[in-house]
C-alpha cells in the first residue's frame, strides 16, 4: 500500500472513530511519525498534505527538520533528556514529553535565552508500567503549581502511551483515564488556565483513543510506513 492510500485509510478510520463518538473530524490532529523512514519519504509526506511531523531524537530529525523547516510542524515525542533540551527548544513546535520540573526548567532557560515559548504536554504514566516515561497521577497537581512561574513553558495538554502488547479495547481504560485526568485538574484550576489537549493514540490503537478523547494522535507505520528496524 502506497503513502496515499495509507493516509486515504486512516482518514476513513479517523472519520469512524469520530462519528462512533459523536465528536468532530476537525477536533483530531495527526502527527506523523517518521523516525523509522527517510527524509525523502518524510518530505513526500507534507507534499501530500501531511502537516504535522512527529520525532524523537534530533540526530536522526536533523536531515527532516532542514529541508522541511518552515513547510511542517514539528512535535518532538520522544523522552527528553535535560542535556539535550538545546538540540530541541527552537526547532521543536511542541515538547510531547515534559515529565520532570528539572527538564521544564532547562526548558524554561533555554527558550528564554530565545525569546520564544514552547507549547507542552505534559507525560503521565496512566498504565503505571515501570518501564514507561512519565509522572504518576497524582504528582500532576504539585508540578501544574511549579510551572505556573515558568513564563517560557505553556502547557497545552497531558500525554500518555498505553502498553504495547494490549488490544486496542485493553487500552481504552488509560485513554479514558487521561481524560479523566485532564478534566480534574482543569476542575481545580491547576494550571491556571485550561489544558484541553490529549495526546494519545499511536498506530495499533488510534481509534479507541479517538473514542476517548484524544485530539493529537501519533501514527507511523500505519501512516507513512516504516523503512528501518530502529
Same mark, same amino acid.
Given at each position: 500500500?502506497?503513502?496515499?492510500?495509507?493516509?486515504? &485509510?486512516? &482518514?476513513?478510520? #479517523?472519520?469512524?472513530?469520530?462519528?462512533?463518538? !459523536?465528536?468532530?473530524?476537525?477536533?483530531?490532529?495527526?502527527?506523523?511519525?517518521? =523516525?523509522?523512514?527517510?527524509? %525523502?519519504?518524510?518530505?513526500?509526506?507534507?507534499?501530500?498534505?501531511?502537516? *504535522? #511531523?512527529?520525532?524523537?531524537?534530533?540526530?536522526?530529525s536533523e536531515e527532516k527538520w532542514r529541508q522541511l523547516q518552515g513547510q511542517a510542524v514539528f512535535h518532538?515525542i520522544g523522552s527528553l533528556q535535560t542535556r539535550k533540551v538545546k538540540d530541541v527548544v527552537g526547532r521543536?513546535?511542541?515538547? *510531547?514529553?515534559?515529565?520532570?520540573?528539572?527538564?521544564?526548567? %532547562?526548558?524554561?532557560?533555554?527558550?528564554?535565552?530565545?525569546?520564544?515559548?514552547?507549547?507542552?504536554?505534559?507525560?503521565?504514566?496512566?498504565?503505571?508500567?515501570?518501564?514507561? *516515561?512519565?509522572?504518576?497521577?497524582? &504528582?500532576?497537581?504539585?508540578?501544574?503549581?511549579?510551572?505556573?512561574?515558568?513564563?517560557?513553558?505553556?502547557?497545552?495538554?497531558?500525554?500518555?502511551?498505553?502498553?504495547?502488547?494490549?488490544?486496542?479495547?485493553?487500552?481504552?481504560?488509560?485513554?479514558?483515564?487521561?481524560? =479523566?485526568?485532564?478534566?480534574?485538574?482543569?476542575?481545580?484550576?491547576?494550571?491556571?488556565?485550561?489544558?484541553?489537549?490529549?495526546?494519545?493514540?499511536?498506530?495499533?490503537?488510534?481509534?479507541?483513543?479517538?473514542?476517548? !478523547?484524544?485530539?493529537?494522535?501519533?501514527?507511523g507505520s500505519v501512516l507513512v510506513g516504516r523503512e528501518s528496524a530502529g
Amino acid at each position: 500500500m502506497g503513502l496515499q492510500d495509507r493516509m486515504r &485509510e486512516v &482518514e476513513s478510520r #479517523i472519520g469512524e472513530a469520530c462519528r462512533r463518538s !459523536g465528536r468532530a473530524r476537525e477536533d483530531v490532529n495527526v502527527v506523523a511519525v517518521t =523516525k523509522y523512514v527517510s527524509a %525523502e519519504t518524510a518530505v513526500l509526506a507534507v507534499t501530500q498534505g501531511i502537516r *504535522h #511531523i512527529g520525532e524523537n531524537r534530533w540526530p536522526d530529525s536533523e536531515e527532516k527538520w532542514r529541508q522541511l523547516q518552515g513547510q511542517a510542524v514539528f512535535h518532538f515525542i520522544g523522552s527528553l533528556q535535560t542535556r539535550k533540551v538545546k538540540d530541541v527548544v527552537g526547532r521543536f513546535d511542541y515538547i *510531547h514529553s515534559l515529565d520532570r520540573l528539572s527538564l521544564a526548567e %532547562e526548558i524554561q532557560k533555554r527558550a528564554a535565552a530565545l525569546g520564544i515559548v514552547v507549547p507542552c504536554f505534559v507525560q503521565v504514566n496512566v498504565s503505571g508500567e515501570a518501564s514507561k *516515561h512519565g509522572m504518576q497521577p497524582e &504528582e500532576l497537581p504539585g508540578f501544574a503549581a511549579a510551572l505556573r512561574p515558568l513564563d517560557r513553558i505553556k502547557p497545552i495538554g497531558l500525554m500518555t502511551m498505553a502498553p504495547l502488547e494490549s488490544g486496542p479495547e485493553e487500552t481504552r481504560p488509560v485513554f479514558r483515564g487521561l481524560r =479523566k485526568l485532564r478534566d480534574e485538574l482543569n476542575a481545580r484550576e491547576a494550571f491556571g488556565e485550561p489544558i484541553t489537549e490529549l495526546s494519545m493514540g499511536m498506530s495499533g490503537d488510534f481509534e479507541v483513543a479517538i473514542e476517548e !478523547g484524544a485530539t493529537w494522535v501519533r501514527l507511523g507505520s500505519v501512516l507513512v510506513g516504516r523503512e528501518s528496524a530502529g
